[in-house]
């Protein structure tokens, strides 16, 4: 059996025929000059060296069908992934009840099965809050670890490859929660929200909790116009006051270690606005902030060090064996790229973020609507338009043979969009143009803006 790895976590064991069979599956329904070349079979027993060759064959396969637009974004081969992980954690098919948080601790209890996909439990909560079809798509549910202050750290964007109950109940661990956030960077948004009283609840409630863990940052006058407006119970102007606030609507992540502007600084970075904020502390102590654009970010990647271990589990979110980084591609100046690495358990969650305000961005620049983004039951099974596409994170593969060196550093790709070709860079970080996520959203900065 291989292990799939997701995100730098044990996701489910597949067999070489379970991958034969998807692949075979995948050739009948989009034909054979669709779907990439899968590993021949051997009629005799493989060496030590044919299996390590065959792992990075079935790796290189698995990550060109996900980052095909629609062979990654299928039915089938999400479906295929949602089976192995309930097949791999042995959790049979059956009623559950699961509680899933909102910002101010309330818990929503509802009953689904255990093989209903995000999608699916999303559309229970809402059903359960009476939150209207249209506003479905502007919420999303989140991958959460209770911190000791009675924060969350957000470990990832839960997918449609994945079954919620199964993934966060696989991880044996009370600290881990699902708990439901808008999806949506641009306040513009928060309009539509708020036509809808469930909307303007979830919304509110989210507000009040990112203030009260200090997200948001607040003055003592502003914290009295606001003490006010809630004792008043005037939530639509308790949330435009609060949009007007320095970090509102970023998502604040754990305290990390970043090389910009030198080595080894302890950073904490907030992702919104279209933009990673740092706030670095220099080795002497001093405090620095600055801003990312992701216009500005030419390209990016995470990498990952992912123990290989024969054992019963995989490796959780949070453990400090997985070491995972998150590097851009940042132009400083108009002919001037530098590299800037942030060291941190979350990388996946800050690529995703990255990820979302890109497409975002560009469903914007196509005149696009935030409202269509998400759509109804078709045939059964819930489906996004074209315009939301949810990450997509090639799986890695560990290889069966026990005798292969401990650690393996691995890519670990994650697009929403095909790749550009992109050239090579005389950076000393530079790898091959397939281990880039490149950003369609970038743009060259001209003279009037230096």
Avoid at 385 to 414: C, F, I, N, T, Y
Wanted: charged share 25%.
């Amino acid at each position: 059996a291989y292990n799939i790895h997701v995100n730098g976590v044990l996701h489910c064991r597949v067999r070489y025929s379970q991958l034969l069979g998807l692949h075979e599956q995948l050739r009948k329904e989009y034909g054979a000059n669709v779907v990439p070349a899968f590993p021949p079979k051997k009629i005799f027993t493989l060496t030590p060296a044919e299996v390590e060759q065959r792992r990075e064959q079935l790796e290189k396969y698995m990550q060109a069908v996900r980052q095909d637009p629609t062979l990654g974004g299928s039915e089938t081969f999400n479906s295929f992934l949602r089976k192995a992980q309930q097949e791999t954690q042995q959790i049979p098919t059956e009623e559950v009840v699961l509680e899933v948080l909102l910002s101010n601790g309330q818990k929503v209890k509802v009953t689904i099965l255990t093989s209903d996909q995000t999608e699916d439990v999303l559309e229970a909560v809402a059903s359960k809050l009476d939150l209207p079809d249209d506003l479905v798509g502007y919420f999303s549910l989140f991958l959460v670890r209770e911190t000791k202050d009675g924060a969350f750290s957000f470990v990832r964007k839960l997918q449609e490859f994945e079954l919620p109950y199964v993934s966060v109940t696989s991880l044996h661990n009370p600290e881990f929660q699902i708990i439901l956030r808008k999806s949506y960077w641009d306040a513009a948004y928060d309009d539509d929200v708020m036509e809808h009283r469930v909307g303007l609840n979830l919304l509110y409630a989210q507000t009040v909790s990112d203030i009260e863990h200090g997200w948001i940052l607040v003055n003592k006058e502003q914290h009295r116009q606001l003490k006010s407006l809630q004792e008043k119970v005037s939530k639509k102007e308790f949330i435009r006051l609060a949009q007007t606030l320095k970090y509102y609507g970023y998502l604040k992540f754990d305290p990390c270690v970043t090389d910009f502007p030198e080595k080894g600084c302890h950073v904490v970075v907030s992702a919104g606005n279209n933009e990673l904020n740092f706030q670095v502390r220099l080795p002497n102590e001093q405090i620095k902030e600055g801003s990312f654009k992701v216009t500005r970010m030419r390209c990016w990647r995470v990498t990952s060090s992912v123990p290989m271990s024969n054992g019963p589990s995989g490796s959780s979110p949070g453990k400090s064996e997985v070491k995972l980084e998150l590097a851009f591609e940042y132009l400083m100046s108009k002919d001037r790229l530098q590299w800037v690495t942030i060291t941190s358990p979350q990388a996946i969650m800050l690529s995703i973020c990255l990820q979302s305000m890109v497409d975002e961005l560009m469903v914007k620049k196509s005149g696009g609507s935030i409202r269509k983004m998400f759509r109804r039951r078709v045939n059964g099974a819930l489906r996004r338009s074209d315009s939301q596409q949810a990450v997509k994170s090639p799986p890695l593969l560990d290889s069966p043979d026990a005798s292969r060196e401990p650690m393996a550093k691995l890519s670990s790709k994650l697009t929403s969009v095909s790749l550009r070709g992109i050239s090579h860079s005389s950076s000393a970080n530079d790898v091959g143009a397939n281990d880039f996520h490149g950003n369609y959203a970038f743009e060259g900065i001209g003279d009037e803006d230096l």
